[in-house]
């Protein structure tokens, strides 16, 4: 809600469109990311029975009578459903007793897949979905228009597709990112809020869903994945700087994905079996909230802060996952790497298409910032485009299929 008015979620055309056909509807993301405001607000999702199990009274009815929880007749919405998994168990059984479309629509602030047991009970019955905080074209409430990534993929010269798009995005955009309480908050008060969102996630997010016997420790390595973002994940390197064993650290970093906190970015290769045992790149799941964590409350022109590029970077892949979940569904986002001499921040792989995004924050560019989308593109035959993000304010052709694009446009 923004100043009492309900902002449409982007995500949510495809999440109608799933309950036309699954049974269960999932949608998950980080704390705050707007789902109860959505499935509570969303006229389409209207005439459903709402139950949140941040009621007391429903949590323990879910923990101990499941099915008795699960006993109207009609469309049944369950919100914070990862509290009591003892609902999915009694879910399947209903599902499988009669298989209805759009049964139930489930949500919560962890990424079910990730949760221990519910990707074999739910698994053919349920289509998943993840939301993440406010995006730009939410933002300035542009959703109604095809996203500037969708219509180069459908065949449209990023030229033409860049069209009358807005082209700037600020260092406020970035500090701020895309949680609804953060960026309406006025003046410097979105600081105070990630300070309270961080405390409220290490008090109960993380207790609900593990046992972390040291908080102290797991906020450490909190700050340390922050410090991190956008960068190739080295576990090693985390946990030795954390003081962490290896199988702590490995369990931590499975708590903060599971949370929805960090997201892993995979590399892309033509042969999908390398893509697996290759280092993912990680990202925290808000440029808001990494900047908190990082300490960066500044990001000035010309400035020397060394987390300037990744926290861009960081914006852009939410930006990316908001557009590509509405939009390009069956899309898989990579990052590409070869050794030390090129790489590429963003892939995106539809079908037989790929598009090749590299992002800098300066406004002035040469050869070398697109290097890596020509050494792609020479590698990659299905490539339709490079696109280099910048800080300019025009599409400019680089080269064959190679352009310069202004942030604010691949971001709309």
């Excluded at 109860?36 to 009274?57: A, F, K, V």
């Amino acid at each position: 809600m923004v100043n009492g008015k309900y902002y449409p979620r982007e995500l949510i055309k495809a999440i109608s469109r799933a309950l036309k056909i699954f049974p269960v509807v999932v949608v998950s993301g980080p704390r705050q990311s707007g789902k109860s405001t959505m499935i509570r607000e969303e006229p389409s999702l209207s005439g459903r029975e709402y139950i949140t199990l941040d009621d007391l009274n429903f949590l323990n009815t879910a923990k101990n009578e499941p099915e008795s929880l699960l006993s109207a007749a009609g469309q049944i919405t369950i919100d914070e459903a990862q509290r009591a998994p003892e609902i999915f168990l009694a879910i399947k059984k209903k599902v499988d007793r009669k298989r209805v479309p759009g049964q139930f629509l489930l949500s919560g602030s962890a990424n079910f897949l990730l949760l221990k047991n519910l990707g074999d009970s739910l698994a053919g019955r349920a289509a998943y979905f993840d939301l993440m905080p406010f995006s730009a074209r939410e933002i300035n409430r542009a959703t109604s228009r095809e996203p500037f990534v969708g219509l180069v993929f459908s065949g449209v010269t990023p030229l033409e597709a860049a069209r009358e798009r807005p082209t700037r995005i600020s260092a406020e955009q970035i500090l701020r990112g895309g949680f609804p309480p953060a960026v309406l908050a006025g003046g410097r008060a979105y600081w105070d809020w990630f300070r309270a969102y961080e405390q409220t996630y290490l008090q109960r997010d993380v207790r609900e869903l593990s046992q972390v016997a040291d908080l102290g420790a797991f906020r450490t390595l909190l700050r340390l994945a922050a410090l991190r973002t956008a960068q190739i994940l080295n576990q090693s390197e985390i946990g030795r700087d954390a003081k962490l064993s290896a199988v702590t650290t490995g369990r931590y970093l499975s708590l903060l994905e599971t949370s929805c906190v960090i997201s892993r970015l995979p590399p892309y290769h033509s042969s999908r079996t390398k893509r697996l045992v290759k280092s993912p790149k990680i990202h925290m799941v808000d440029s808001g909230l990494a900047a908190f964590l990082c300490g960066v409350d500044e990001l000035s022109p010309g400035g020397e802060e060394p987390l300037r590029g990744p926290l861009l970077e960081t914006y852009v892949n939410q930006n990316l996952i908001s557009i590509l979940g509405a939009h390009v569904p069956d899309a898989g986002l990579f990052y590409w790497r070869v050794r030390r001499t090129a790489e590429v921040d963003f892939i995106i792989e539809a079908g037989h298409k790929v598009l090749a995004i590299e992002i800098k924050w300066a406004s002035k560019i040469n050869h070398q910032d697109w290097k890596g989308l020509e050494l792609f593109r020479q590698k990659c035959p299905k490539c339709i485009a490079g696109i280099l993000g910048y800080s300019g304010s025009e599409v400019v052709p680089l080269g064959p299929g190679i352009f310069a694009v202004p942030l604010g446009t691949l971001c709309s």
